[in-house]
């Protein structure tokens, strides 16, 4: 008997074996006609994947910064987990393959057990094989699978698809039949899924705890408490990423309404001229058969009648007992509940699985489709297109499919599904789904071969025009003006760069967009472009056809040179930049603190741009938005103090603050026209450094400003007729702060309507400079150049002249997460332009020293005045106490699982104590046997009591 069951036993496997190998062969035949699997990895995003695992290959173990892309970012927070690209790196480590080998095996091994996942769960469910070899056929015909990485290159989501499909199907092995191995596989499965990606980790998430709480076995509390405890442990295990990402203060991505909704033609074949698309038997079929697990599920009724007749306990009586026999003389509708309800105790959790599944798959498809009801809709995630998400629906109905139809073929499901309209349905579905398995293999290989978008042609003719003094260096920065330019670029080639690929990790993203569209747009000033590349640190410039004015913007021979260009399939061209300024460096330039909020300071930093005033000549520096934040330490490391939007809690001790400041040498340039109630009551303090103490707001009729000028050094050779109009918004009409008298120690500079609009003057060695204009805003409002240099002029007044004596420092790159300048003799300050981050720290001789935001979002770390001798400045990435607690708890969590895998009494109790502790020992409710109560019988009479 035992030798018979062990030859049953291998010839299930092997029949198994021989299956699984049938669909590993589908995969590489499909994969094979449209080159899949060799070559260049194939999609959109492939390069910069590779980019990224190769950044983790040349960096290692400094990993968490990226100094590469978009100017500096996090490698990995606030953006997309680190699994799949360590992965790769540690195939190319352990193997010696290349990246595009290791990507290449990967994506085939993950598009197999994405495939065989299904087909596992099916078999897990229903234990039907010609069902599960359906679900899996119906998968593999779907477009959408292969569009995830022959077109798209959305890599590190499929992969995750890979290791949650054998997740869900061993969450169903664990609600049939518990045990540890299940649960350790569906814990360590869940941790790579959200390793890899955290959409797909979500709905890891969510099946799997959906499938506990539908499970067949136990108490409805006792699956609940299941769920949440694998909700909350996968959660735990990867709360290296996921606790700082859900605490930090920055999301992974924004919602936007410029996202594109699903064609209607996706649901059938492929759509909008892409290759995702069901296959189009998986949504006929899926809504034919969700339809009979509907009615396989729903209770039959039993009229009052019969209840009474039975007696009203009789469901609860024969509910525990799915064999127990039909009571002698029942009713028709009592015959169809007995069928029911052993239907239901045989099938009941697979049919319920497979409405699960639909149901999630209506809501991605919801989501593709809202767009159509809602025009615009404004909450479709960004860089997430409906039509990416595709492939989600595509599993989850192909596997609703095979669930209902493995259903269908157990025991106390064949005579219900013999009904005539129930069989031909079946069969005919299923030779329409062999049918469309048969035409779509060859028609597979040849779309995705059409649509690919990689090849070596491509990428040889990118190289050819790429800088080679670029590579190898990390002073200066290369500028791609379109994607197509800056994607591929950390492939080959460490040189930092503007862009990259995650730009969902850009730190500072709107003055990301003003760089980028400074760069590609005519609208852009030579002013301007020049201020950005500056602040960038840019030496390279790579344009393509795409670029729209680029290249015309790059043509001026005193400040760009052409080294390469290139025609083979588009206009490439790269330029050299022939003033640029370094990443790292110490300087003398002045440097400014503004006071006030970032919209105020982002004024400030743009009119400077309109004039050109970048780094070399004056380093904007963001402090805090109210003026009491400040101290006056901090104030002697800077030459002046810029008020513009700036709060004021205190206004005596910020006029004691400001004033002992100027008297000591230090400048002051305000701009009332903002926040005047605040800044009057400074004003109005006897020892206030403002020129006037009596400032009102007043309107301006323009569109002229009728100027008059006192005749001051501040307006000489100022073409103020240039200025734009003196309106808002087109009405003729601007408000602005008028100095109704001045201070003995000041005088007016420039008039406007009669109105006193700038005054300046000089407290012992400083000097102040009023302006009531709102001049930031007005110079953006009206792109001015005239009005940047302008409001330059006025800033630098307060300075004094600038230091003309050129600093002697040592640049160091050390690592990604280290840098170190050496500074000898004086310096103001050392500027490193990478954006900035409260995760870097600076030291200046071993002390630690604050780092200040400068530029559009660069670092400026000041030096003590009088600083002598050799100065060493270390500036430093570190993980933040968020991360560091992400990682211990991840690690604990992971040795947990591992002691209660090894310890069966620790496992059994932590079951116990995990439900007790949801629902408390009283509140599980128990439910006490029914009594048995016979259909015919007489109940016996109640017993007297005694007397």
């Not at 299941?226 to 909700?231: C, E, P, S």
């Not at 407290?763 to 940047?788: C, R």
């Not at 900035?836 to 200046?844: E, I, Q």
């Amino acid at each position: 008997m035992r030798q018979h069951v062990d030859r049953a036993r291998a010839l299930s496997a092997g029949r198994t074996a021989l299956e699984l190998g049938l669909i590993t062969l589908a995969v590489w035949l499909i994969g094979a006609g449209s080159h899949a699997f060799t070559g260049f990895p194939k999609g959109y995003d492939a390069a910069g994947h590779l980019s990224k695992a190769q950044f983790i290959l040349s960096n290692w173990p400094h990993i968490s910064w990226n100094y590469e892309w978009y100017s500096g970012q996090p490698t990995f927070a606030g953006s997309y987990p680190p699994g799949y690209h360590l992965l790769l790196a540690f195939i190319t480590w352990s193997t010696h393959l290349s990246l595009m080998t290791a990507m290449n095996a990967v994506s085939f091994i993950a598009t197999v057990a994405v495939v065989t996942g299904l087909y596992t769960i099916v078999r897990a469910a229903t234990g039907s094989r010609p069902a599960a070899l359906l679900a899996a056929g119906l998968l593999l015909t779907a477009p959408t699978l292969w569009s995830q990485t022959v077109v798209l290159g959305l890599y590190p989501r499929f992969t995750a698809l890979a290791f949650l499909a054998p997740a869900v199907a061993l969450a169903i092995v664990h609600a049939r039949s518990g045990g540890r191995l299940p649960a350790l596989g569906v814990a360590a499965l869940m941790l790579a899924t959200l390793s890899m990606h955290p959409i797909v980790g979500a709905l890891g998430l969510f099946l799997v705890a959906a499938l506990h709480v539908l499970g067949p076995v136990g108490t409805i509390w006792g699956r609940i408490a299941t769920a949440v405890g694998f909700f909350a442990g996968s959660l735990t295990l990867a709360a290296y990423f996921y606790l700082p990402m859900f605490l930090g203060g920055r999301s992974q991505s924004a919602f936007t309404n410029h996202e594109t909704s699903l064609p209607w033609k996706s649901l059938v074949w492929t759509g909008g001229g892409q290759l995702a698309g069901l296959s189009p038997a998986i949504l006929p079929l899926s809504a034919g058969l969700v339809l009979v697990a509907a009615r396989l599920c729903a209770r039959p009724r039993l009229s009052q009648r019969d209840r009474v007749r039975l007696g009203t306990d009789v469901v609860m009586l024969l509910e525990p007992d799915a064999a127990s026999p039909t009571p002698v003389g029942a009713t028709p509708q009592v015959v169809a509940y007995f069928a029911w309800h052993r239907r239901r105790d045989q099938v009941g959790f697979p049919l319920r699985v497979a409405l699960m599944f639909a149901a999630v798959a209506a809501l991605f498809l919801g989501y593709g489709f809202v767009g159509y009801l809602i025009p615009r809709f404004p909450l479709y995630i960004n860089g997430l297109q409906p039509a990416d998400l595709l492939v989600y629906p595509a599993l989850l109905l192909a596997g609703s499919i095979g669930l209902v139809a493995g259903s269908l073929t157990a025991p106390a499901t064949q005579r219900w599904a013999a009904r005539r309209w129930v069989s031909p349905a079946l069969v005919a579905g299923v030779l329409a789904a062999g049918l469309v398995v048969a035409l779509a293999v060859p028609l597979l290989g040849r779309l995705a071969k059409d649509t690919w978008v990689n090849d070596d042609t491509v990428q040889a003719t990118r190289e050819s025009v790429f800088p080679t003094a670029a590579t190898g260096q990390r002073q200066y920065r290369v500028a791609g003006v379109s994607d197509t330019m800056t994607k591929w670029v950390n492939q080959v080639s460490d040189t930092p760069q503007t862009k990259g690929y995650n730009d969902h990790g850009a730190l500072q993203l709107d003055w990301q967009v003003w760089l980028e569209q400074g760069l590609s747009q005519s609208s852009a000033s030579a002013e301007q472009r020049t201020f950005l590349l500056d602040w960038y640190g840019v030496k390279w410039v790579d344009t393509d056809s795409g670029s729209g004015d680029a290249v015309r913007q790059f043509a001026d021979p005193t400040e760009f040179r052409l080294l390469a260009a290139a025609t083979n399939y588009a206009t490439l061209s790269s330029y050299e930049y022939l003033h640029p300024s370094p990443i790292l460096s110490a300087s003398n330039a002045t440097s400014v603190l503004v006071l006030g909020d970032k919209q105020h300071y982002d004024l400030v930093l743009r009119a400077l741009a309109y004039a050109g005033i970048d780094s070399r000549r004056l380093i904007l520096v963001r402090g805090p938005a109210a003026v009491d934040d400040v101290t006056a330490d901090e104030l002697k490391a800077f030459d002046s103090v810029v008020l513009y939007g700036a709060t004021v809690r205190s206004a005596p001790q910020v006029a004691a603050l400001l004033h002992e400041y100027v008297l000591r040498g230090g400048g002051l340039m305000m701009d009332t026209a903002d926040n005047l109630p605040g800044i009057r009551a400074v004003a109005e303090q006897p020892d206030s450094p403002f020129p006037s103490a009596d400032m009102r707001t007043k309107v301006i009729r323009g569109p002229g400003w009728d100027w008059i000028t006192e005749g001051d050094s501040l307006t000489d050779g100022a073409d103020l007729n240039a200025f734009g109009a003196a309106s808002f918004a087109g009405q003729n009409r601007w408000e602005v702060a008028s100095a109704n008298s001045l201070r003995p120690w000041a005088h007016a500079v420039l008039q406007s309507h009669g109105l006193t609009v700038v005054a300046a003057g000089t407290i012992g060695k400083g000097t102040v400079v009023w302006s009531g204009i709102g001049l930031p805003y007005h110079v953006d409002a009206f792109t001015s150049q005239t009005e940047g240099a302008f409001l330059g002029r006025l800033i630098l007044a307060t300075t004094g002249p600038p230091v003309a004596e050129p600093v002697t420092y040592r640049a160091e790159f050390v690592n990604s997460e280290h840098r170190r300048i050496t500074v000898d003799g004086a310096a103001g300050g050392v500027l490193l332009k990478e954006q900035s981050s409260p995760n870097w720290h600076a030291t200046v001789n071993g002390v630690e020293t604050p780092i200040y935001l400068a530029g559009p979002g660069m670092m400026w770390v000041p030096l003590p005045a009088g600083t002598p001798g050799r100065v060493v400045v270390a500036v430093d990435y570190r993980l933040s106490t968020l991360e560091r607690l992400g990682y211990l708890i991840s690690i604990l969590a992971g040795l947990l699982l591992l002691l209660l895998f090894a310890w069966p009494p620790l496992w059994h109790l932590t079951r116990r104590l995990g439900t007790q502790l949801l629902f408390g020992t009283s509140g599980i409710p128990t439910i006490d046997p029914p009594t048995v109560v016979e259909p015919d019988a007489v109940p016996p009479a109640p017993v007297p009591a005694a007397a």
